[in-house]
């Protein structure tokens, strides 16, 4: 026959087991859920670089896509980096609400790593958040978000082919 304190410790054991599965059964719940609203959180990007990478194969005879960029201004671009058909490296700028997709030739003006080494040069920003391709007065420009070291949030748009800034907007 067991004794009172011998039932007790094994109703502990067993209730610590029934708590660590809990436990972990929250764990997994929590991770499933991440992945789910992850998931989510980007279906609107990754429609939007499916329509996009389409677009570029019928109008610019991209054959391999690269790196997607959104741009947000006056209007929304979606740009897509790749090569055409003769193996050139190109930009296909395309609007979010229709328009003319513009084709731009990426040896025909600055690199998006060209563009931050400009603003690190000039700016020395704490963080670079973003580098964009664009269209900004109907010119191909490259949008910089950057935080410079108050932590401020700010802007600069540099002319894709001359490399002169377009605008600048500071301390947000």
Known sequence: MQSRREIQREN???????TLKRLLYIIIAVIVVAVIGYFFANQPRANARRQTVNIAKKYAH??????FYIYNRESTYYTISGQNNQN???LVIVPQHGGDVRVVKQAAGLSASRVEQMTQQRRSPKKILKV????FNDKVVW???????????CYDLINFKTGKYVQE???L
Request: hydrophobic residues 25%; charged residues 20%; glycine residues 8%.
């Open 12 to 18: 502990k054991q067993h209730s610590a087991g029934k």
């Open 62 to 67: 991209l054959h391999s896509p690269g790196r």
């Open 88 to 90: 050139q490296p190109i």
């Open 132 to 135: 964009a391709p664009g269209v």
């Open 143 to 153: 949008e910089v978000t950057y935080r410079n070291h108050k932590n401020q949030l």
């Open 169 to 171: 907007i500071n301390n």
